[in-house]
């Protein structure tokens, strides 16, 4: 209902992603998301918008989206700014975690393994709550902490207490570096572009790879992931060349997203 709604006033939905509209001048941008909206549009036309969705629906105008889906967002005139402040704030107080100044995720000489010679595990479901947390903030606003919320999520069935460890840490690098985020130009000098690397053979036990990618836009992250890929690559060209595969897909993306909205890349 909706969307025939928005259709009716020159709303179009993209091909791409079916909850972005675009208005029939190009001006004007909707994006829902459940029962939340999110307008974009050239100043003088949002009082426009606004009055358009209040006269068919009872909603409440909350103005500039400060804090959105958990996330906040500031503005000024040089940049607009993107973090989960918030939410790491509350993570020591949620899980009885002592203070702790931490400056990295996790160190680089530490390798996660599911050999455990100890006779006890730690509580696996307070350790899925640690990762499930760090997840979320690395799929949000943190691209600073995917690699290590992968290599977590590996152990989700049969942590160790080395496990429970390095989440235990993250949360408190988490808590520690909350106003870290994302920060996009407001200059238009900066071009779209991506990233894409991989290691050879670096999970221990299974001897796959692992791809690590970031796309860039305004100076700022939209795409970003490190995943282990799904075969085992006989050299390290060929790991790079399945990490470089995979990006293109999120290339092709974000040209016929823009494409989509009138914004060709």
């Given at each position: ?10 709303f ?6 079916p ?6 001048s ?26 358009m969705i209040?006269?068919?629906y ?20 040089k ?13 020591l ?6 203070y ?26 307070k ?19 995917a ?49 894409t ?36 690559a006989?050299?390290?060209?060929e ?27």
């Amino acid at each position: 209902m909706f969307d025939r709604y928005l259709r009716s006033k020159h709303f179009k939905p993209s091909k791409v992603d079916p909850c972005l509209y675009v208005h029939s001048s190009k001006k004007a941008f909707i994006m829902t998301h459940v029962d939340d909206c999110l307008a974009v549009a050239e100043p003088e036309l949002m009082p426009e918008i606004v009055n358009m969705i209040k006269s068919q629906y009872s909603i409440r105008d909350l103005g500039f989206p400060g804090n959105y889906l958990g996330l906040q967002l500031s503005r000024t005139p040089k940049y607009l700014e993107l973090t989960c402040r918030t939410f790491c704030e509350s993570l020591l107080k949620r899980f009885s975690l002592p203070y702790r100044l931490v400056t990295t995720p996790i160190p680089s000489s530490v390798q996660l393994t599911s050999f455990d010679q100890s006779d006890t595990k730690p509580d696996s479901s307070k350790f899925r709550q640690y990762v499930g947390c760090i997840n979320w903030a690395a799929e949000h606003a943190r691209p600073d902490v995917a690699q290590v919320a992968h290599q977590l999520s590996r152990h989700l069935n049969n942590p160790s207490y080395a496990h429970l460890s390095q989440a235990t840490r993250t949360i408190q690098y988490l808590h520690c570096t909350r106003h870290l985020g994302i920060r996009y130009s407001a200059k238009h000098d900066h071009p779209a572009c991506g990233y894409t690397d991989s290691d050879w053979a670096g999970c221990i036990e299974t001897r796959q790879s692992t791809s690590g990618k970031i796309f860039m836009m305004q100076g700022g992250a939209v795409i970003w992931g490190s995943h282990r890929q799904h075969s085992i690559a006989l050299s390290s060209a060929e790991a790079e060349m399945v990490a470089l595969s995979d990006s293109a897909h999120d290339a092709h993306f974000i040209r016929c997203l823009h494409a989509s909205i009138y914004m060709p890349i």
